[in-house]
T-cell receptor
Framework: DTGVSQNPRHKITKRGQNVTFRCDPI?????LYWYRQTLGQGPEFLTY????????KSRLLSDRFSAERPKGSFSTLEIQRTEQGDSAMYLC??????????FGSGTQLSVL | DAKTTQPPSMDCAEGRAANLPCNHS???????VYWYRQIHSQGPQYIIH???NNETNEMASLIITEDRKSSTLILPHATLRDTAVYYC????????????????FGTGTRLKVLA
């Protein structure tokens, strides 16, 4: 399967713990996006990478959130000191320069 | 905020055409209309997009009105597997050098295909 891959699919953590998610985009795609989706809502943009450069961040991305794409390939999204309000589906997408987004299946985070 | 409005839900009989409307009255001249769908527990899946002209692919047809203020996604022969949330999105252009196109999702239309 050469689509966007996200790991883990599910993560349960206790409030205050740190979590990290990984996204492997489609190999030739230089653009990578993170979105967050809560129940009953559409996905909300969090951040965007072009190659290894993080070029845009939403105001939704608090200072507890950090994303990296060290070699312009895979990306990680870390949440420090998780809160119950962080419970959501975290979606990764990739694209070519101005093309359509291809989404992964997401990581479902539950903060207890 | 999303530039689109869609009905929250629709039903369609299996084998019939599903016509999903979308209003985007504030769309700008160079902004594309994109449609995605999301089946439960999966990421959104691209369906089709267009600027001015009607478009058709193996999944669906997209009809855009002449004034571009609304569009309709048509699934010609809906199946049970088409049950999903359908998102109509106006792709907004970069607002600065180095920025990206913005795909701003609304709450979509929940389509239920009935046997």
């Amino acid at each position: 399967d050469t689509g966007v891959s996200q790991n883990p699919r599910h993560k349960i953590t206790k409030r205050g713990q740190n979590v990290t998610f990984r996204c492997d985009p489609i190999s030739e795609h230089n653009r990578l996006y993170w979105y967050r989706q809560t129940l009953g809502q559409g996905p909300e943009f969090l951040t965007y990478f072009q190659n290894e450069a993080q070029l845009e961040k939403s105001r939704l991305l608090s200072d507890r959130f950090s994303a990296e794409r060290p070699k312009g390939s895979f990306s990680t999204l870390e949440i420090q000191r998780t809160e119950q309000g962080d419970s959501a589906m975290y979606l990764c997408a990739s694209s070519l320069v101005s093309g359509k987004l291809f989404f992964g299946s997401g990581t479902q985070l539950s903060v207890l | 905020d999303a530039k689109t409005t869609q009905p929250p839900s629709m039903d369609c009989a299996e084998g019939r055409a599903a016509n999903l409307p979308c209003n985007h009255s504030t769309i700008s001249g160079n902004e594309y209309v994109y449609w995605y769908r999301q089946i439960h527990s999966q990421g959104p899946q691209y369906i089709i997009h267009g600027l001015k002209n009607n478009e058709t692919n193996e999944m669906a047809s997209l009809i855009i009105t002449e004034d571009r203020k609304s569009s309709t996604l048509i699934l010609p022969h809906a199946t049970l597997r088409d049950t999903a949330v359908y998102y109509c999105i106006v792709r907004e252009g970069p607002d600065r050098v180095g920025g990206t196109y913005k795909y701003i999702f609304g709450t979509g239309t929940r389509l239920k295909v009935l046997a």
